[in-house]
């Protein structure tokens, strides 16, 4: 089945790409290049290992699993082999993220720096924890064939539009902690006189900006939306019988009567032919 506005969709993607990939490169030169390097031992360079692997788990690698669906190339593929690409990613993403926790928690505790006391940490913890909820949520409902149709049906709205809170409060967080991180790090000279690693880390802002923007208008486009298999039954939201199903029940029901009457009728010619019969017989004797 052709994509409406294929070459608009293709556009976007690699763009969505681009800016992506453009936004892990911009953390890791930072962190490399301003931010001393990276490390595990307590220290500063433990932290550094948070942004690297926030800006690659939850930013870029969620926003592919967003739109893994709206690929054209993959709607050839089944269905469930989707949902396993689609869990797989959030599955990488969610692992990353937890591991980000784990580096600033530690290097927190080292250096003796109160946890969770900024708006920044209190939305970015949230972010997490509704996010595994939803990965479970996902895989236990929609991935594994044990919930009932009628279950998915009422939270798969809930879960698309989770997918998307989680995606946006994510950016947001991300936003957050840049613009946090340099007003603590930068000092001499201050974020305020705008010295070179504050314009350069307020443009990979600006990249994770758009790289969130491109993949809300890719996934928020009905044309670009993964058909519906010809042979998947939906149940009608009224708690009716599925489609097809129905239509099928009346053609079963209109075959069934077409052959009482079929039925009826050659009965009632037998009888006629009988009564004909006899006739025939009396006239005869």
Not at 46 to 75: D, K, Q, S
Not at 116 to 143: E, K, P, R
Not at 180 to 204: H, Q, R
Not at 245 to 258: I, L
Request: with cysteine; net charge positive.
């Amino acid at each position: 089945m052709a994509m409406e506005g294929y070459r608009g969709f293709l556009a976007l993607l690699v763009s969505a790409l681009l800016v992506g990939f453009l936004s892990v490169i911009f953390t890791l030169i930072w962190v490399l290049h301003h931010r001393e390097g990276l490390g595990w031992d307590g220290t500063a360079l433990e932290f550094n290992w948070h942004p690297v692997l926030v800006v690659t788990g939850f930013v870029f690698i969620l926003g592919i699993a967003i739109i893994v669906y709206r690929l054209p190339w993959t709607w050839k593929c089944s269905k469930l082999l989707m949902k396993s690409i689609h869990a797989g990613l959030n599955t990488v993403a969610a692992i990353l993220a937890i591991i980000s926790l784990v580096a600033v928690f530690d290097f927190h505790n080292a250096k003796k720096i109160p946890n969770m006391y900024s708006l920044h940490s209190w939305v970015g913890l949230t972010a997490v924890i509704l996010y595994i909820l939803q990965l479970l949520l996902g895989f236990f409902v929609f991935l594994l064939p044990w919930a009932p149709l009628s279950l998915r049906a009422l939270l798969m709205p809930i879960h698309v539009y989770s997918g998307l809170f989680i995606f946006g409060t994510v950016i947001a967080t991300v936003l957050m902690g840049l613009t946090e991180k340099l007003i603590f790090a930068l000092k001499n000279p201050s974020y305020s006189s705008l010295p070179p690693e504050g314009i350069f880390t307020n443009t990979l802002g600006l990249l994770i900006l758009v790289f969130g923007a491109l993949i809300f208008w890719i996934v928020t486009r009905p044309q670009w939306k993964r058909p519906k298999e010809p042979n998947s039954v939906l149940l009608q939201p009224n708690g009716g019988a599925p489609e097809g199903v129905e239509s099928s029940m009346a053609m079963n029901f209109g075959n069934v009567d077409k052959s009482d009457s079929e039925l009826n009728s050659e009965a009632a010619a037998r009888k006629r032919n009988i009564t004909l019969d006899e006739a025939g017989q009396r006239s005869t004797i």
